[in-house]
């Protein structure tokens, strides 16, 4: 059976609300001494990644409202498969710029079609 597309949407805001938690008064200094707050950060990545991967084989045209899609795919993407030479300031960089801007979306999106 397959997942309610607004799911997927859920499952990436939920996602950049704990990368938001996970950071709250945290500096790049913080996350890159950080084992354990790095994983955490890069695991959330992950979902959204995945999450917004499945949304577009299941609402193409939904995807299609995210701006950026496959890049932030791609990054989830770079983040398992590409670990061993990630860039630190790429992941955080990504939080402070693009994740505020993909929190809003989503949550406009499932505001828009009712929570799953």
Excluded: C
Excluded at 37 to 62: C, D, T
Excluded at 84 to 91: G, K, P, R, T, Y
Aim: aromatic residues 8%.
């Amino acid at each position: 059976m397959q997942r309610d597309p607004r799911s997927y949407l859920w499952d990436v805001r939920e996602g950049a609300d704990a990368i938001g938690r996970f950071v709250t008064d945290k500096t790049y200094a913080d996350y890159t001494g950080d084992l354990l707050l790095r994983s955490a950060i890069e695991r959330q990545f992950e979902i959204i990644g995945e999450a917004l991967n499945q949304l577009s084989k299941v609402a193409p045209a939904l995807a299609g409202r995210i701006p950026n899609l496959a890049e932030i795919v791609a990054f989830r993407n770079l983040l398992i498969h590409g670990y061993a030479s990630l860039n630190h300031i790429l992941v955080w960089r990504t939080i402070e710029e693009s994740l505020p801007l993909l929190r809003t979306t989503v949550a406009g999106l499932l505001d828009e079609l009712g929570s799953p």
